[in-house]
């Protein structure tokens, strides 16, 4: 047992903590979770220090605390808060986030985020020199992935805010008994947030100094100046961050990545997907499909354990955008968000004056006035640039645990994760990838669906909406070394696993001449069952220059047995052409995208490029612009 008494940290611990608290933080005998509470409480000072263990006790005090000051408020229906953060608040802030590295590292790392280690330390350490005045800091101890596991990773989150420790308690699973397990020496994340000065509406105030700082060598976040549960929730993306930076110096992988499985309820199988998808492009919703299972929505680390390609989400909760959930679209989540007795955050909704929360595509017209991300709200209320201000914001979500849904697996909490048969990419462009299609091996996924993986930029991140830009693998908000090595970490993983799983690019978003939509929502259903039927060689399928689509007949079969709907082979024609101008056009924005950013990319990755772009050049001759389903073999 380490002697605290003698440690520097001992006489401002013990001056601000209750002897309970201070009892709770020594009886873990982690002299490296001591310093860093010491820390931290001397250079933030906060009034005094609330130590967590994982009692329902504790769990209540985080709950009542945040109502009491205010950051989040009751709802009509029993265990339902609502919580806003700031107007200027509302999605994750690329502009104040940072990658802590080295120098040398810097021009290796241009699109991430980067800046100097020693520099932005000083900088954020001074903003967050006495940030904690006038409030009480919570430690709380929290496992990423189930604790007992090789996924297992022990955090410590230190916050004056108590919705953040709240939606913690409710998206992660609780790990102070994880840490008592924990050797002292073992590696475990640490995250310091501070909402900062905080208005009459209970917002930061100070966003010029809102800062999210990832210091990668030391495995530590620190955020400031921000509510966001993107920017301050330190297991979410910050804890991502940190968790890609370890994978790679490990040999696992961490991604942006839903769990699921497909169920094929007439032969009794369960076959599990991870699926990669930028913010907003359907993830979630294809993890909650009706009929099918969830282990996770977000996050997921995977492992070679003896050969097998095995997965772990990482959190307990889902973090969801409320946007569109109805009950047409969403039914599972739909139901969950309106059963009372359950323990859902509501944020950034329009609470209306019956105290019930209202959301954008609800499928329900929402009252006229209330409160919403903006104050007080009535219909036609202005922004300062003249711009109406919706009821409720795009980027509103809702948080609650995975374990409240009907359709949770039951494997979710297996300490050795689960075994992956099929990877899906998923991008969002309008006009030129199929709504689904199979790689022809691993490498080729990587190369030519993962790395070229577009999104149209959402409101999940603050800027501008709408506008093309490329997401490798998902995850370039989150990558935290070097891209050319994450892309060759991705391609070596499944080195040594004996059933490597196929890789399938989907696409939701593909639109006709006019601008809608070409499939609906819940044909993605069909595109998972094909995927599903594929792993188990049950179907044939069309090839095309970049691997194999659906025939018509089984999908026109799919869609009668799984949707009860009829697919038309008119609209199957128009799906699944190859366009190979488009394809061109999106492998030379790649192309142009890694000389940019990344100059360790190895030229390997750029000859494949470059020689499926002479290939597909080579086609035209033969086709003109599109390929029709059928037409190609190699
Ligand atoms: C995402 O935007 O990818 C999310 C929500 O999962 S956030 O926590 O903001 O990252
Ligand atoms: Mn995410």
Known sequence: MPDFDKNRYAPILKEKMSAESYRKLTALENLKLFDFVGEYVELCKPDSVYMCDDSDTDAEYLKRNALKLGEEKKLAKEGHTVHYDGYEDQGRAPGAT?????????????ALLP???????????????????????????????????????????????????HSEELLYRRGYEHFRRMKDKE????????????????????????????????????????????NSVGLKKHAMRLA???????????????????????????TIFCGAFPSACGKTSTAMLPGEKIIGDDIAYFRNIDGEFRAANVENGIFGIIKDVNPDDDPLIFKTLQTPGKEIIFSNVLTGPDNNPYWLGMGIDPPKKGRN???????????????????????????????????????????????????????????T??????????????ILKACTLESETTSATIGKEGVLAPQPMAN??????????????????????????????????????????????????????????????ELDAHRTP????????????????????????????????????AWIAKISRAVRFYHRTAPDCPQEYYDTWKSTVEKLEGLKGRFGKFIAPGAYSE
């Open 244 to 270: 890609i930076k370890l994978s790679g110096m490990e040999g696992w992988l961490c991604e942006h990545m839903f769990v699921m499985s497909v169920q094929d309820e007439k032969k009794g199988r369960s």
């Open 373 to 431: 991300f903006s104050g007080e709200w009535h219909e036609g209320k202005k922004d300062a640039d003249g711009n109406q201000i919706p009821f409720a914001h795009s980027n509103a979500r809702y948080t609650l645990r995975l374990g409240y849904l009907e359709n949770i697996d039951s494997s979710y909490n297996d300490p050795n994760g689960v075994p992956v048969r099929g990877v899906v990419y998923g991008g969002r462009d309008s006009d």
């Open 115 to 165: 800046k100097e280690r020693e520099e932005g330390l000083a900088e954020v350490r001074q903003i967050m020199d006495g940030i904690m005045k006038g409030k009480e800091a919570i430690v709380k101890l929290s496992c990423e992935a189930p604790s007992g596991g090789p996924f297992a990773i022990g955090c410590a989150q230190m916050t004056d805010s108590f919705y953040v420790c």
């Open 433 to 446: 990838s199929a709504p689904i299609e199979e790689s022809p091996d691993w490498k080729s996924g990587i």
């Open 546 to 581: 970049l691997g194999y689509i659906p025939i018509y007949e089984d999908l026109r079969e799919m869609f009668r047995d799984i949707l009860d709907q009829e697919f038309s082979r008119e609209l199957y024609e128009e799906l699944f052409k190859f366009r190979i101008d």
């Open 476 to 537: 370039l908000d989150f990558i935290s070394y070097p891209i050319g090595q994450y892309i060759t970490n991705n391609i070596r993983f499944v080195e040594g696993i004996k059933e490597v799983p196929p890789i399938f690019a989907v696409n939701y978003f593909l639109r006709d001449q006019n601008g809608r939509f070409l499939t609906g929502k819940i044909d993605k259903k069909v595109w998972m069952h094909w995927a599903e039927r594929r792993i188990h060689n």
């Open 187 to 230: 590696r475990f994340f640490r995250f310091v947030h501070s909402a900062g000065r905080l208005d009459e509406r209970g917002n930061s105030i100070d966003l010029d100094k809102r800062r999210i700082y990832q210091d990668l060598e030391d495995f530590i976040v620190l955020s400031t100046n921000n509510q966001y549960a993107g």
């Open 98 to 110: 940072k990658n802590l590295i080295s120098k040398e590292l810097i021009p290796l790392m241009e």
